[in-house]
């Protein structure tokens, strides 16, 4: 049973940053891509950035320039450094890993706000 845990999201104010955690279950070697979406009530989930097994990444262009997407295998953990962070950017943020199938986490919220 594959399982993607995100952490790090919270309540921050425009201009501030945080970092996005995924840990997986298994080897992130395993997945041929990885990657970050965000969802907003009435919306349909959106791509952020991923990440593939030979290090090539896309991000959105709404990010492009605030955030980084970064992985450690060694710690098996997905990263998503964001910074210059805006209210647009508010929204429960999903890790996401392909294998076989696209395996999802629980997903973690972002909120920024003054």
């Known amino acids: 049973q594959v399982q993607l845990v995100e952490s790090g999201g919270g309540l921050v104010q425009p201009g501030g940053s945080l970092r996005l955690s995924c840990a997986a279950s298994g080897s992130i070697r395993s997945f041929s891509s990885m990657g970050w979406y965000r969802q907003v009530p009435g919306k349909q989930r959106e791509l952020v950035a991923t990440?593939?097994?030979?290090?090539?990444?896309n991000y959105a262009d709404a990010v492009k320039g605030r955030f980084t997407i970064s992985r450690d295998s060694t710690k098996d953990t997905l990263h998503l450094q964001m910074n210059n962070l805006k209210p647009d950017d508010t929204a429960v943020y999903y890790c996401?890993?392909?294998?076989?199938?696209?395996?999802w986490g629980q997903g973690t919220q972002v909120t920024v706000s003054s």
């Open positions: 990440i593939n097994q030979l290090g090539y990444i």
């Open positions: 996401t890993g392909r294998r076989s199938n696209d395996y």
